[in-house]
Each structure stands twice: as structure tokens, then as C-alpha cells.
């Protein structure tokens, strides 16, 4: 019986101890799963705290202030506009990718904020823009950052033309089949404390804008610009605002016949231009010249050079030219070339010679007339004679039209051997019509 208690007792114990042991897991479980909610709640918290600290985006000021007295200008809507980089001789600003909007505060501040960090890597440009009295002003066009600082100086209107300058005019020359292909590219700036309003200028002559004269023998002017540009005769005329230091691009096209290997030009200054710029590009854009060799250019008080990329321009072509500090008002820009790929033409001594040959012909015709009158059947042979060298005269101009479609000859070549031949034409027909109508 001793033994059989013993089992008992050993039972009773073991059974104790796998309870204890299993109270004192389930304990650990719990405390471990406090401990975890514990944990989770912390990173829960923890979670929703750095979600409110996390920033909503770039920040940007702007401010607006009078030019002339400092102070800022209150309520003043501004724009601040994300585009491309703007060109040196671009006219207008180009359209802006994204758009914002905000208004000044008392000290003339307006604030834009949640902009998005992808304008670091854009390739885009900030610039901020705002209206008073009817003239948009804008700030300078930086690349985008956070905590970005913009200007924006505002002015009243006048029209004082003694601030107003030609910062550069850059001549860039190209020759072409008898004619020289002329762009040149202007570049306004305004030095004075108020923004001119050409549009307010008084007197005729401010009419149509400020005149920039070219050569009287110009043909076939293009101009663009930010403003409003006109063309007559000879003259551009360009109307618009320029604020304070503002520069701004006008560009102007057009051609010129030339009738010699050389060349000289001639263009007289109304105003005061700081720099000047001749060029000639010596590989063009034309399949019958794609090289210009043996041109030379000269000019009086510009520094010659010569080279790949001539101030600024493309870097794969080759130019001469020639740079100056400045012209004032009242002074003309005067260059020459030599060595222009220009072949003396046949046209005018050609020209001449039908002039002498018309000449003998009426005189020979005359005579011929008055010696088969007195004959019998004079009249007829006349009149056969000259039905022969009328059809011969219209051949020609048929041939002539066909010389021109095939560009053997200019345009000019075409017009003046026309003349020639309409005028024998003429001749012909006046004689027929006086023999088949005597009276």
C-alpha cells in the first residue's frame, strides 16, 4: 500500500507544477502581448507624429515694392509662373508650364506655399509677375528651390525717350543667288526710373512707335517683336512698354541685291547703341553654296576675329566678324565684303545689244518697206517677213519662261531679257496691224 501512496503523491505534485507552469506561461503571453500592444500603440503614436511634421511642400515669397520710394505695395495680385529658360533674342516669354496665384500682404508680400519638390529636377525656371497701372512688371527667372526670394519693382508710366537705349544690334549677313540675306537682332533696354508707354508718345512721328531706319534699298522687311511692329517703306516701327532695366528683342529680316563681288553697307543710327556686331557665316544653309570662300570683311573701328562659334553663335559653324563698343545717335554703321560669290551677268550687254539690234532692225524694216511697196506684191512679202519674226519672237519667250523654271537664269536675268523681247514684239505687231489696216 506504501508504494501505491507514493505513486499518488508523485502524481498530485507533477499535476501542481504543470498548472504552475502553465499559469505562469499564459502570464508570459500576456504580458508579451501587452508588451507588443504596447509597442504598437508607441508606433502607432509615434507614426501619426511624424506624418504631422512632414512638410506639404516648397515655399516661395515674393515681394512687390515701388521702384522709386522702397515701400511695398499692398494687394497686389502676382503671379509666379514655372517655364522654359528664355532665349537671348526670344521676343516673347514662353508659355509657362504651371501657373500660381496670390496676393500681397500690408508690406507687399505674397506667399506660395505647397509648391512641388519635382521642380528641382524640371529644367524649368521661377519668375514672378504683377500688374500695376496697367503694366506687368516681373521678377528676374531663377531655378527653382525651397524657401525661394523673388522682386518685383513696379513703376509709374512716362514717356521720357532720353532713357531709352539700344543695348546691342548684332548684323548677321548672308549671301544668296545676287542677293545678301540681312537679319539683324536689336536689343531694348530702358535706363530711366519710369516705364515708357510708347504708345502715349506725342506727335506724328511716334505714331506708328519708335522708327528704326534701314537702308533705302532694303526689300522684303520681316520684324517681330514683344510689342507691336510696323513696316514702312524703309522703316520699322515698334510699339510696346519697357520698364526700368528691362531689355527686350526685336528682330528684323530682309534682303538686298548685290551687282558686284563687293559689297557696301550703309545704315544710319537715331539712337545711342552700346554694342555692335557684324557677322558672316561661311557655311550656309544653301545646297548650291554650302561655303562661302575668299570673303572678306571689313569695317571701321570694329575689332575683327574669325572662328567657330563667333560670339555666341552655334559652335559647329564658322563666321567672320567683327565687334565695336558703340555707336551714337547720328552715326552710321558702314561695312564692306569682298570675294562675294557674284558673277558679273551677261544680261546687260545683252540688254544693249537688242537695244542696238532694235534700233537697226526698225531702221532696216523701214527701208525694206519703202523698197517692196514700189514693187509688185511688196505688202505681201513685208507682211510674211514679219509673221516670221513674230512666231520666232514668242518662241523666245516661251523658251525664256522655261530657262527660268529650270533656274539656268535669275529671276532678274528673266524680268530684263523679257522687256528686251516684248519690246521687238511690240515693234512687229504695230507694223502688222499698220499693213492689215492702212487706214
Given amino acids: 500500500m506504501r508504494w501505491l501512496l507514493v505513486i499518488l503523491i508523485t502524481l498530485s505534485v507533477s499535476s501542481a507544477g504543470a498548472q504552475t507552469n502553465g499559469a505562469q506561461t499564459n502570464g508570459a503571453q500576456t504580458n508579451g502581448a501587452q508588451t507588443n500592444g504596447a509597442q504598437t500603440n508607441g508606433a502607432q503614436t509615434n507614426g501619426a507624429a511624424a506624418s ?54 500690408a508690406d507687399g508680400t505674397a506667399v506660395f506655399q505647397g ?6 529636377s524640371s529644367g524649368l525656371r521661377l519668375h514672378a509677375a504683377s500688374t500695376y497701372h496697367g503694366l506687368t512688371f516681373k521678377s528676374a527667372a531663377v531655378p527653382p528651390s525651397d524657401s525661394l526670394h ?119 543710327f537715331a539712337y545711342d547703341v552700346n554694342n555692335l556686331e ?6 550656309t544653309r544653301f545646297p548650291k553654296l554650302p561655303r562661302l570662300d575668299g570673303v572678306t570683311l571689313a569695317a571701321p573701328d570694329f575689332k575683327m576675329e574669325s572662328g567657330k562659334g563667333l ?52 531702221g532696216f524694216m523701214g527701208r525694206r518697206e519703202a523698197r517692196r511697196v514700189q514693187g509688185a506684191g511688196g505688202l505681201e512679202d513685208l507682211e510674211a517677213s514679219l509673221e516670221l519674226e513674230r512666231n520666232e519672237l514668242l518662241d523666245q519667250l ?11 537664269i535669275t529671276q532678274d536675268e528673266h524680268d530684263t531679257l523679257m522687256v528686251g523681247l516684248q519690246e521687238r514684239l511690240a515693234l512687229i505687231l504695230k507694223k502688222l496691224s499698220s499693213i492689215n489696216d492702212p487706214a
Fill in 150 to 268: 523673388l522682386d518685383i519693382a513696379v513703376y509709374e508710366k512716362g514717356i521720357d525717350l532720353s532713357g531709352l537705349k539700344f543695348e546691342s544690334v548684332r548684323t548677321v549677313v548672308e549671301p544668296w543667288e545676287g542677293y545678301l540675306v540681312i537679319t539683324q537682332f536689336y536689343m531694348l533696354t530702358n535706363t530711366s526710373k519710369m516705364a515708357l508707354d510708347l504708345s502715349l508718345l506725342p506727335g506724328e512721328e511716334f505714331e506708328r512707335g519708335i522708327p528704326i531706319r534701314l537702308p533705302t534699298k532694303a526689300k522684303g522687311i520681316r520684324a517681330s517683336g514683344s510689342g507691336q511692329t510696323t513696316v514702312v517703306d524703309s522703316f520699322v516701327y515698334w510699339k510696346g512698354t519697357l520698364n526700368p532695366s528691362e531689355k527686350v528683342p526685336i528682330q528684323i529680316s530682309f534682303s538686298m541685291a548685290i551687282h558686284s563681288p563687293d559689297f557696301v553697307y550703309e545704315q544710319d
Fill in 398 to 408: 516661251v523658251q525664256l519662261r522655261v530657262d527660268l523654271k529650270a533656274q539656268t
Fill in 115 to 120: 509648391l512641388p519638390d519635382t521642380l528641382a
Fill in 52 to 105: 504631422d511634421d512632414r512638410p506639404a511642400g516648397w515655399k516661395t515669397s515674393v515681394k512687390v515694392t515701388d521702384g522709386l520710394t522702397k515701400s511695398g505695395v499692398a494687394n497686389a495680385v502676382v503671379f509666379l509662373r514655372a517655364a522654359r529658360p528664355k532665349g537671348p533674342f526670344e521676343p516673347t516669354d514662353p508659355e509657362p508650364a504651371q501657373e500660381w496665384t496670390a496676393v500681397t500682404d
Fill in 311 to 362: 560670339f555666341g553663335m552655334r559652335d559647329d559653324m564658322e563666321f567672320i566678324g567683327g565687334s565695336s563698343k558703340g555707336a551714337k545717335k547720328g552715326d552710321t554703321l558702314r561695312f564692306k565684303l569682298d570675294g562675294l560669290p557674284y558673277h558679273r551677268s551677261w544680261v546687260p550687254f545683252l540688254v544693249l545689244g537688242l537695244a542696238v539690234l532694235t534700233a537697226i532692225f526698225v
Fill in 278 to 283: 557684324i557677322l558672316v557665316p561661311l557655311q
